[in-house]
């Protein structure tokens, strides 16, 4: 059940969109794509919602296969980043389209609209046209417009991206909510890793059109499979051949076998949390993450010398991402292989 | 820019003194001329059965050309746009060609093809269809002269508004006729509605290709602009200005819907004008 994707490819032109990718979405939950511009997790999307055509692999909805099905038949809810409003339609003429091409009589549509404002709080707005809401308005009478049709699966592409920050923080507290009441099997895309942390029960990071791992945020965190995820999902430094989270940077005064010399090159605080840059004596610039109580123990000082012990660092064998071997692997067999080495501090 | 005021009085100016030499002058003498000697003559002269009959040839010719071409120019538009293939640049060359080929060109070549010794002329001569002299002829060649009207009018109007809108709909179960009904024809109704304009009002004023095909008969092949060609060759000046100004009227018709449909398309590209207060109000409450 749910949404599940069997070795889907898709090229335009000389580019690969998408490279023999396979996820499985469980029924209910709220899955995040999560990618650079480019690693085809929106393309992805309007694969399973109908609205690309595969070269090549199977979409699966709700156990039922519509790779062939066209878009209106799919049972799909999308909705776009620049809301893709009906323009000459008001509120009440968007959310009700689908009811209207369904031939739900006006009363009934009215009634179900008026239902749905409700939900994405936005009664008594339904004879507005889209130009005279702001832009959480219209994406929240997108969704709405998307959930009118109660669709099987609901999928979000970049949904708030068009948004300033704050409303998008206020949408995406909003969503979740929202997931929590309804249980639709959801999927939405993002660039920004905080976004797919607060919202996502379950994380696909893609590249260059593969899918590197997927899991929880915590697992993704925590036991990265490749240093693509490691440094994507999360701040990284690189040492070396080691990776390390900025807030496993132990700065210290006095020199010991397993610390390197380091020079303070700039302090900023960025409230409780302070962002210490440093440059290594061969040139290599890393930055710490102290809290405020931590940089006032230790009275650093821009142009100081200090001394940085790595705490927890990674390496991972081979160069970036590991080639998809046999292809077929799907992303759950990835999480936490071998090729990930972790080596605590003692 | 920041144009000072004495050069901004300069250039209006310019623009009305322009204007007035070569549109309001002409006009408004016609408009003089006809009615000199008060409404009788030019009333008299317009109720003739052949005048009568060439406003009534006239607005035949606009009742089939206009609806053709708009839905051939909205068709093609659609074509152009929505489904790139290599011979979109040779359809895109072809549709203007009544662009540039001079109307008495387009007129000799309907000749060439539907007289007694074309291609055409004689297999139709044959099924008792006679388009030469006659008004099949004549709508050919209104519909050629004003083709590309609609086309290029609605072609980067569907390009602007992109096909979110469209997908978007498709997702909520609407197939591809739905979809063009209800979301792509209504985006696109102001670019559709300027072509239609502008193809009635090159369909009303044709003579060159129209004078080629029709054979001029009185009271049969004469449309409005050859009855006021006809009048004005014999020396029938009274006729010849009242039927300029029915012409005239007609045109001014077509103006005014069209600038009236122009401002809408200004305040109207998004849908009804905004109400500031409204804008107000929703962006403020969305930060509550």
């Known amino acids: ?346 | 820019m920041t144009v000072n005021p004495p050069a901004k009085w300069g250039l209006r100016t310019l623009a009305f003194g322009y204007l007035g030499l070569l549109l309001l002058a002409p006009v408004g003498m016609i408009f003089y001329k006809t009615f000199e000697s008060g409404i009788g003559p030019p009333v008299e002269a317009m109720t003739s059965p052949d005048a009568v009959h060439a406003i009534w040839l006239t607005l035949l010719m606009v009742a089939v050309a206009v609806p053709l071409n708009t839905v051939f120019g909205v068709g093609c538009a659609l074509l152009l746009v929505r489904h790139r293939w290599k011979g979109n640049a040779l359809i895109d060359a072809v549709i203007n060609l009544p662009f540039a080929i001079s109307p008495v060109v387009i007129g000799l070549s309907l000749f060439l093809l539907y007289g007694t010794d074309g291609w055409f002329g004689p297999t139709l001569a044959g099924w008792g269809i006679q388009v030469l002299f006659s008004t099949p002829g004549m709508i050919l060649a209104s519909v050629f002269v004003s083709l590309p009207f609609v086309v290029r009018e609605t072609v980067p109007v569907l390009q602007e508004i992109g096909t979110e809108q469209e997908q978007a709909a498709s997702t909520l179960g609407a197939n591809a006729w739905q979809t063009f009904w209800r979301v792509t024809l209504p985006a696109i109704r102001w670019g559709v509605a300027y072509g239609v304009v502008l193809t009635t009002a090159r369909v009303l004023g044709e003579f060159g290709a129209v004078t080629i095909v029709s054979g001029q008969i009185s009271g049969k092949t004469e449309t409005l602009p050859l009855f006021v060609g006809k009048a004005f060759e014999q020396f029938d000046e009274g006729a010849a200005y009242a039927g300029a100004i029915v012409l005239a009227l007609l045109a001014l018709t077509t103006l005014l819907l069209m600038s009236v449909g122009g401002r809408k398309t200004k305040a109207q590209t998004n849908g009804p004008i905004p109400v500031t207060g409204a804008v107000a109000v929703s962006t403020t409450k969305e930060n509550s």
């Open chain 1, 1 to 346: 059940m749910g949404i599940s994707v069997e070795g889907a490819c898709k090229r335009f032109g000389d580019f690969q969109a998408l490279d023999n990718v396979s996820i499985d979405v469980p029924d209910g939950s709220l899955t995040a794509l999560l990618g650079p511009s480019g690693s085809g997790k929106s393309t992805l999307l309007r694969a399973i919602a109908g609205l690309e055509e595969l070269d090549a692999g199977q979409v699966a909805i709700n156990g039922q296969d519509a790779t062939a099905k066209p878009a209106q038949k799919r049972g799909v809810g999308f909705v776009f980043q620049h809301y893709a409003a009906f323009k000459h339609m008001t509120v009440l003429g968007n959310v009700g389209f689908g009811l209207r091409i369904r031939k739900w009589r006006k009363p009934e549509v009215e009634e179900r609209v008026h239902e749905l404002l409700r939900l994405v709080q936005l009664d008594g707005l339904a004879d507005r046209y889209p130009d005279q809401l702001s832009g959480g308005q219209r994406q929240r009478m997108a969704l709405a417009r998307a959930l009118a049709v109660e669709p099987q699966v609901l999928l979000l592409d970049e949904p708030f991206g068009a948004l300033d920050a704050k409303v998008r923080k206020d949408l995406r507290a909003w969503l979740r909510r929202l997931h929590d009441e309804m249980h639709v099997t959801t999927i939405f895309v993002t660039h920004d890793q905080e976004e797919a942390m607060d919202v996502a029960e379950q994380l696909v990071v893609m590249n260059e059109g593969r899918v590197e791992q997927s899991g929880t945020a915590s697992d993704l965190y925590e036991h990265p499979a490749n240093e693509f995820v490691m440094s994507f999902v999360g701040e990284v430094n690189r040492l070396g051949e080691h990776f390390v989270r900025p807030h496993d940077m132990d700065v210290v005064l006095d020199a010991d076998e397993r610390t390197e010399q380091a020079l303070v090159q700039r302090i900023v605080s960025l409230g409780f949390e302070i962002r210490v840059e440093f440059v290594l004596s061969d040139g290599t610039e890393v930055w710490a993450q102290l809290t405020r109580a931590e940089l006032q123990k230790l009275e650093l000082t821009e142009g100081q010398i200090v001394y940085l012990r790595p705490g927890q660092t990674k390496s991972f064998s081979g160069d970036s991402p590991p080639p998809d071997g046999d292809g077929a692997s799907t992303p759950r067999d990835r999480q936490g292989n071998g090729d990930a080495e972790v080596t605590a501090a003692a």
